[in-house]
Nanobody, 124 residues
Framework: QVQLVDSGGGFVQPGGSLRLSCAASGRSISTYTMAWFRQCPGKEREFVAA????????SLADSVKGRFTISRDNAKNMVYLQMNSLKPEDTAVYYC?????????????????WGQGTQVTVSS
């Protein structure tokens, strides 16, 4: 079992930045694909970013390319999402997720563990 705790969300103006953190416990995430998803009220959860266990393969949603960066520190059992140039349409609850596989995927059902979510609000 892996427990994930998301943090770092908040209120930011358009163009601002936030850094989300995901703290994992229970097992080392060194062999897990890690990802971030987001969800707006009334909408399905959508893929944002994912990174392979060694960090050598990364996938980003088209809507965040050039603005968001996913990274991980396996020694600290941490995953991060650096979000720059934030837009109002980035407003959502952001979730960290873990998949016990070396294959990076954007599919929600294929992730095994989820954080509780952290709210990001981008507004002027």
């Amino acid at each position: 079992q892996v427990q994930l705790v998301d943090s770092g969300g908040g209120f930011v103006q358009p163009g601002g930045s936030l850094r989300l953190s995901c703290a994992a416990s229970g097992r080392s995430i060194s062999t897990y694909t890690m990802a971030w998803f987001r969800q707006c009220p009334g909408k399905e959860r959508e893929f944002v970013a994912a990174q392979s266990w060694r960090g050598d393969s990364t996938s980003l949603a088209d809507s965040v390319k050039g603005r968001f960066t996913i990274s991980r520190d396996n020694a600290k059992n941490m995953v991060y999402l650096q979000m720059n140039s934030l837009k109002p349409e980035d407003t959502a609850v952001y979730y960290c997720a873990a998949r016990q596989s070396v294959i990076v995927t954007t599919s929600v059902p294929l992730y095994d563990y989820w954080g509780q979510g952290t709210q990001v609000t981008v507004s002027s």
